[in-house]
């Protein structure tokens, strides 16, 4: 059966002067195949994709694998630990505003040198080899920087140098108060019906800070560099993910189940998992580009009722919210309605009846298509 | 009909030197009758109450009162925009951590005073009405004071001084996640059945720093020591109540129409209404002493799934809550159940799934009975 | 020499379900002697105590003592490490807004049937260690209640467990921006000389909750118990003290060297430092009941300069603080500015320049005398 | 005598539905002369700017000026008004993380095509009028968006339409515990002499967000742009700085005095203040260019003595700051040093003594030059 080894990888240290640490549960497989990087909760309180973990570990125990899967729950020690009030402060550091998942490292400029290496002759797969083990010099070069680098930063690239050896990346995240969506970069758009997730946004090859981004632009930037050397294609097989697995500071075992079925059934596709018949669910799935995925920002401050739910079809002009004007109770300013600016599908919504003005109401698909 | 009145009081300064005030809604009617005083939102997160507020004026511009009703909304304009993450840090000062519902005066030492004062002729009117002079000037010497008072007791006596002159006192809260449920000072336990809220805290002659406590225990106390002092029943006609009306950071026009009608069936009995019929719902109602309305703290930290929701009825030893704990997810102590320590009903239950050991887990009814 | 015991002791989990846990340094000398318990960083932003603590360290290591002292710097690991954008949020929990210092135990009605069961032979020993005995088990009943307790309230026990058996109980804080000050229960006025602390706040036997209560309270109200019931006075010998070393947010070793040069004093004159002949300073020294050390709270918002320092003294009517209001720069209500209401010694002061009304400004000695 | 207009600019809305603005002095000189824009506190706990603008009021409503002059204290009501225990949290959107001073408008696509809009014969003074009229379309376009825009980036634009029309824009910052400093457009190196500011940094043309590059870098490219199109050098005359004048969350009217007279010798070397004969203090000033002003990040968590003092210059090796680690009092670990990577200036270090690995611990002149 696979073998699980079990460690914990210091990225940070607490003002106790205490090392704070990451689980790491490593499942390798009797036979070869793929290797699978799942982490979970980089933002503290999206804490759904560690049951979803657990649940996949259950799986894991009884079921033979090719290859390798690494799970990473729990993967941000600091920001799953910041309480402020009753909930948990974990998008960003408290001590500066930086988000927790824009600190992955990017260099286009030795994307090019790398790509400028590889001769006509060179295998993909000594391609792959040589590619990954240079972007871990890459990393390991700015951990070592004398002048140091921001927490956020030091955890994303000890969390990247884990990541870059796989072929399957997947980040597990919630929205606030959230449908599940997923995020799937446009090269490997038919992988969107290998999940039972019925919301997909298409990702550009642009990179924004995020795991999944520093995982498939340099492959994606690589991919076209060769390409268009060699005037023939060239494949490597990596692919990465979001997964918004509905809504924060929440958890269900039973959603997870579902959740870690779904994350199966991907892998069985890709041949991680040699016994599994999984197949995706028959469902109807909606797809957007990343620019047609907007943010409705609310332009008044009030108290809301959140009318339109996540995953709820609106048309133009059907309400999406209603706001209580404390000043005007009496006359008939004391509520407003804010309205679909087109038609539109709601995705998530702040997690919040209070709002200041230009909160993040909404954010919703606009000319989605049927995947 | 009834005669409008709005303004707003001011009730502290920001940092930038600038007014925060509440607003007043003070319907006046044209017949003679009870002082009824409504306010909403000292915690700030509480925000459910400002829409039963909105329904309530919606239905007082319409039907005719006796006496006078005073409706305070958003009583908290500091607490209510204090944002720490997407949330609301509502309910206490984020300078010190004074809770802003436990500022509220009471005496114990000017009240045996006062019921000295009150010789065996005093009609109740007459001693009424001297109290509430008395109370005044005891609330005005405070707020007087050279040295100054912190910011939440300065924003509870300003309310406090709207609040005294009420005969009928009702507070507005919610809880974290919670169902309905009252508190009802024991010596008017009947008016519990007045409202169609299904579950109900009795409360003792206890001073705690709440705005309920701080009109009933003076009340009380008073009441005691007069018909003691002349060896027969008094009674002021005074009631104050805590109302949770389901969960915070949430807002329903819906269910605040459904509490406002709660409300009106309470003020329908006490004859503020005179054109209402309006009649408490037939309804099972539990209720306990304050005693038996226990807190259950979690002793370990981890990722928590609330499996009891609130309103729920539990037997001993029935699971409440599963625990993750991302550190064993290989193992059998990957899991770990909180089990109800004896019969109970689940009232509330914290709000976010990341605890750390000594968090309220849970609040219930125990040792409780039928209304 | 003496010996060099270290452990760790968990008093928390975090939401990672992990061990949170406070340091513990005890040395033990060859010879009998008192107990000391010295405490630091229970709020968690006076962090001083824990240079004061190494200091002694060092100092200890090399000088022989009599009896015991038990070193716990950091003994607050939650609140330590609580940021809230530069600072640290260490006075309360920031879940609920509970002081870290306010949750020891104290329970008049226990003190009082100990006593009750003291026979008129008893000796003074006895009777210590009986009373250190049933007090244990009180702490532990409670910590190992069905219903659990809150963090804040656990951590104190688990504090207060260790301390309880000490004869000398410092508890090392810092105020906000603050000269040196220190409390000192009323029956052992004269151990305030043996501090090299200016600023004296002489303590009645009231709790309040904090360490310094919960260690002098009990003794001291079995102290009038037993002397009243014998008719002639008994010592137990036990004192206790909050020591306010400078500020918090900031350290010093040299002043951290000072402050234990201070204690080491004190521990001298108290026959734990055979070796020693440290001798308290000659200083004036200012004292003042508690009773007349008053706080000033603004009663406006602004941007404040805080005239007046730390250990200054000023006559009723000179200005303490000038306060900017940016809506009135071009008027001559610009700024205004803040008198001392009486003669008073400014002790400290609020440690931002922005305040909103209500806000703690001045901490004062009115009334004082030289000691 | 000057004309001072006063108003109030709405720039956002809070929770309770109400306006939060921004209180503009306008002095307008009977000469006409250059436009002068200075803002204070975009970053809530920065005040000193305000009592800086304070004295400039003073200082203005007695002397002549050509041209105008808009003072915008307190430029920003939300983070000026976010208490996290006693400090302000001024620097982000508490709800996001969102820095107050990065979501300028800037936009390079239309400086080219404005550039390439401009003929051979159109002047100077046209050409900077037709590009604020321009640019004022462009951000009233991005105020109107349907979608909205985030609250910080709303109350930028706000700002940004004020500012834009100016010839000398001046945003008044303070640093965390820091020296005075000033950022400086290397394309106006000369002006930096004119400030009594000792430490200078030079900004290459590119855009980060701030006010002072939203400012410079549209009017340096169009410069460049226009330059080479006509093969001979325009200029615009219009200058950007950032003033860094001490520590955050202190203000000092005498201070504030010092850094009014400093700005106002540069309004007199600008023509703006006619009746003038301030000159700039013959004083040591040393300057960096951007990439040599460099953040050392500490690498461990733990307690810090800042021992190195902003303005103190040290060599490689020098000791900068003195780590205490509490789990290690009693072992030659207890502290550690942290040394100059090189030769440098010390500018501004982090306020707190207790740090997470990954802090900014000190921001540093390396390579620096005297002026």
Redesign the interface.
């Known amino acids: 059966m696979n073998k699980?080894l079990?460690e914990?990888l210091v990225v940070?240290?607490?003002?106790?002067?205490?090392n704070m640490n990451v689980?790491l549960?490593r499942f390798v497989g009797e036979k070869p195949g793929p290797k699978v990087y799942i982490q979970s909760s980089i933002h503290?309180?999206e804490?759904q994709g560690?049951?979803v973990?657990?649940q996949l570990?259950q799986w894991l125990?009884t079921h033979p694998i090719c290859g390798e899967v690494l799970?990473v729950?729990?993967c941000n020690?600091?920001g799953?630990?910041?309480?402020?009030?009753?909930?948990?402060?974990?998008?960003?550091?408290?001590?500066?505003?930086?988000?927790w998942n824009r600190g992955y490292f990017y260099d286009e400029a030795f994307i090019h040198e790398f790509a400028h290496s590889v001769n006509d002759n060179e295998t993909t797969q000594s391609i792959k080899s040589r590619f990954r083990q240079e972007m871990q010099q890459q990393l390991q070069a700015r951990l070592d920087a004398?002048?140091?680098?921001?927490?956020?930063?030091?955890?994303n690239l000890k969390l990247q140098q884990l990541a870059f050896d796989a072929d399957y990346v997947l980040d597990l995240h919630n929205g606030?108060v959230s449908t599940r969506h997923i995020y799937v970069p446009e090269y490997v758009k038919d992988s969107a019906r290998l999940f039972n997730i019925p919301h997909v946004i298409f990702m550009p090859n642009v990179f924004s800070g995020a795991l999944d981004e520093a995982m498939f632009c340099p492959w994606w930037l690589l991919t076209d560099l060769v390409t268009s050397k060699r005037q023939q294609p060239i494949d490597f097989g990596v692919e990465a993910f979001t997964l918004e697995m509905g809504s924060q500071?929440?958890?269900?075992?039973q959603d997870g189940q579902y959740d870690a079925n779904s994350i199966l059934t991907f892998l069985t596709a890709k041949g991680c998992l040699p016994h599994s018949a999984m197949m995706p669910e028959n469902m109807s799935r909606k797809a957007v580009s990343l620019s047609h995925y907007?943010?409705?920002?609310?332009?008044?401050?009030?108290?809301?009722?959140y009318i339109a739910k996540p995953g709820d079809s609106l048309k133009k002009g059907e309400v999406l919210a209603?706001?209580?004007?404390?000043?005007?109770?009496?006359s008939d300013k004391?509520?407003s309605d804010i309205l679909a600016?087109c038609d539109l599908v709601a995705i998530l919504h702040?997690?919040?009846?209070?709002?200041?003005?230009?909160?993040?109401l909404y954010k919703c698909f606009t000319d989605y298509c049927e995947l």
């Open positions: 699980l079990k914990h940070a240290q607490n003002a106790s002067g205490r689980p549960y503290g309180a804490v560690n049951v973990i657990y570990i125990k799970l729950p729990n020690p600091v799953t630990n910041i309480k402020a009030g009753e909930y948990t402060l974990g998008r960003f550091d408290p001590v500066n505003g930086t988000n004398v002048w140091g680098m921001g927490l956020a930063q030091h955890l606030p500071e929440v958890i269900s075992f907007k943010t409705l920002y609310i332009q008044q401050g009030g108290i809301v009722e209603r706001v209580l004007n404390v000043d005007n109770l009496d004391a509520t600016p702040f997690p919040s009846a209070s709002v200041l003005s230009g909160t993040q």
